[in-house]
């Protein structure tokens, strides 16, 4: 096995967000799904924006997000996603190459436009999620780079891109080639609706030992093991997935690994802004540590940090120098 | 002369910001003009962007930005600009819009795309702007709407707009409008390097009477004088323009309207952000005061606090309520 080119490479939505600020009213009266994700047409996402307030565009996607994190933290990343040929493409493509993430899946010419996801958020920091997935969802299989997956330690998948059927298939050859050269498969639920749609995959992919380190958030742990509570969830799980990472919003985050078990406390913070990206930077924490082979809970800890870091502003990627954040909290 | 429709109608470049922090030797190694606004053609845009860190898309426009804080405080107001019809070119429509500002200048179906002004702010705050005009200097005369522009109490031009040709010939058209109907203009000189082009021009219309509202920095007032220090420059046109605000940064602002003289203090802030869009916003507080008859220091006052507040965040429209904020500060 050759040493590996990226710490991390992603499969997952390429998303530019449009956030705005919003009254907890207007989630009433657009009857959005406060607090969670949902899927929308291009029609409905016409009408939720025109209802929307004045909104700035950021990067996002949810392992992009993850990425990016990484990035900041220091590891070699690739992405792969699918943009469409526009603006907003454009923006996609630059914001992640500027972080000096490798992307280089092609542009997509056809319609629909590049994916954005529509974010109310409302006073109390709460993120509701819109997403019209337009080119996102035509990630072909035939334009992997099975080479660049091989070189990954880690290939890291969104729960999000399982449900349209081309990344989906994209996903399953990917978790062939990296498991082929050796490497760990990485996977993230996403959402409790992926999970009531294709539960069945995922409690299969685990069953047959493809998934080497799964993040799950509490509600999503009870959807996949049809346990409450969670340590109920993890003893569903036990011997199936080698790490396990579990996070539960403001009450801290638990992870499982070859038998040690560990827990941390969510990271305090001075203002609650936005928590978009929260388990996404919770993610890229642990895995920037679990690459290294760092001890379970100072893996947790890097995730803690970069989570409360990326809540304490709007958008789901880091502002602050991760690193010297790390430095200063860990020593 | 009718009530009026509107507090202000605005004519400005119709521009989304690409924000992205940066350091400091960046500016040096691209050769940039640091504080200043330089205009780029399409392929140093590109060559700039490439170079530029991970980047959040703003609306922007200065006179658009001005209208940003007049609508937030409670002012109608309307703008014309010109976008291509294209997706910067909808961010821009949706927030103008979402702000509750009249807008119904076309997009424009031909090439160039829609303006975007690159921004690299430095860790001091201050901003580097690099504007590719694109559609924006496009806004053909044949497209005001004259009725409009008769039904407001202001008309308010930026000088940025002075530079293309098309648009100094509408904004030429759109000044006898405004005085047919009796209105006032107000004009901001946006640049030294606008006065360095044009000043013969401004020279002219400030002799001529069209100018009722004159606002400049310390920097501008000089050029457009000649007169070194902001008394010189202020006795040089006494008696030319009604009103004269000239801003100094730090060093607060001064007003002179008919025969009277205020000054006012810079607003205390806690942490200075971005700078982008303060003289923007200092214009909206004193327009806002004005069109109220308000006393001139008080004017002054809400073009201080409006601007504080800008410049204490990324991006150059308002965030928090500015009419609690005017409440809170001015009782």
Redesign the interface.
Known sequence: MNEPRYDVIAIGNAIVDVM??CADELIEELQLNRGGMTLVDAERAKAL??A????????GGSAANTL?GLAALGAQCAFIGQVAN???GE?FA???R??GIDFDTPARAEEP?TARCLIFVTPDGQRTMNTFLGASQFLPAATLNEEAIGGASILYLEGYLWDPEEPRAAMRRAIEAAHAAGRKVAFTLSDVFVIERYGDDFRALIRDGLIDILFANHLELAALTGEQGIEAGIAALQGQVPTLVVTCSADGAVAVSQGEQARVAAEPIDDLVDTTGAGDLFAAGFLFGHARGEPLERCLRRGAIAAAEVISHY?A?P?ADLQALMAEKLG
Request: proline share 12%; aromatic share 4%; charged share 25%.
């Open positions: 705005a600020p924006y025109d929307m307030g004045p909104a700035r565009e950021i990067s990016a526009d603006q907003l923006v630059h914001d992640i500027a972080l436009p958008g990627r502002e």
